[in-house]
């Protein structure tokens, strides 16, 4: 998939305007998701423990 995969943009949208909403970060929208539809998605860091990827 990619953004311009069909419905891609609606969900970016969507996403985008509930961590505004929530004053959180993209990501931490994205992993709320996953844990809620326990979709079994793993994001791990890069970096130091304690800091995300998407920070």
Known sequence: MSKNSE???VAIAAVES?????????????RAIA??????L???S????GHYFYD
């Open 35 to 40: 844990k809620i539809k326990r979709a079994g």
């Open 46 to 49: 890069t970096r130091e423990p």
């Open 18 to 30: 509930v961590a505004k909403a929530n004053k959180v970060k993209v990501a931490d929208v994205i």
């Open 42 to 44: 793993k994001i791990e």
């Open 7 to 9: 419905g891609m943009a």
